[in-house]
């Protein structure tokens, strides 16, 4: 396995996990919704409300498709980092920058565009509990794990 594809791979497995954790974790907290009812939240992105009822499939597709999205963004940041070389000279900085970058995208033009089931305007705090997860769970770790790769 070369450097790229060592980074892509890391990159996009260990956000993944860190990611889909935070959501579990939150969405348990917040309002006990078991890990199956996320895993499907994300293949309703797909497949629309059907997923809710589709059992271990859907909840299996929406876990393939998390990890799927995780290692694009991985590919997106290592690629425009050959050319940015700053985004892994200060990996934090840019790594947090990266997670609002990758929020906003994902819930001003990916879910507006998805089939996932609209259920109103969230919360502030639940809009600040996204976007913290994702700046540390899929921007933090993947601009660190592209700089660890880079050397």
Same mark, same amino acid.
């Given at each position: 396995m070369n450097n790229s594809s060592?980074?892509?791979?890391?990159?996009?497995?260990?956000?993944?996990?860190?990611?889909i954790t935070g959501a579990c974790v939150t969405s348990w907290l917040r309002a006990s919704v078991p890990?199956?009812?996320?895993?499907?939240?994300?293949?309703?992105?797909l497949v629309g409300a059907a997923a809710y009822t589709g059992?271990?499939?859907?909840?299996?597709?929406?876990?393939? *498709?998390? $990890? +799927? !999205?995780?290692t694009t963004w991985t590919i997106v940041f290592y690629l425009v980092s050959?050319? *940015?070389? $700053? +985004? !892994?000279?200060?990996?934090?900085?840019?790594?947090?920058?990266?997670?609002?970058?990758?929020?906003? $995208?994902?819930n001003f033009v990916v879910l507006p565009l998805s089939q996932f089931p609209q259920r109103g305007t969230p919360t502030l705090t639940g809009?600040?509990?996204g976007l913290l997860?994702?700046?540390?769970?899929?921007?933090l770790p993947i601009a660190l794990i592209v700089r660890r790769f880079s050397r």
């Open positions: 060592k980074t892509i791979f890391w990159g996009g497995l260990i956000a993944g996990a860190l990611d890990p199956v009812r996320v895993f499907q939240s994300v293949a309703s992105g059992g271990a499939m859907t909840a299996v597709l929406g876990l393939g *498709l998390h $990890f +799927l !999205i995780a050959r050319k *940015l070389r $700053f +985004l !892994i000279q200060q990996p934090i900085l840019w790594g947090l920058v990266y997670g609002v970058v990758v929020y906003a $995208f994902m809009r600040l509990i997860i994702i700046m540390f769970c899929i921007g």
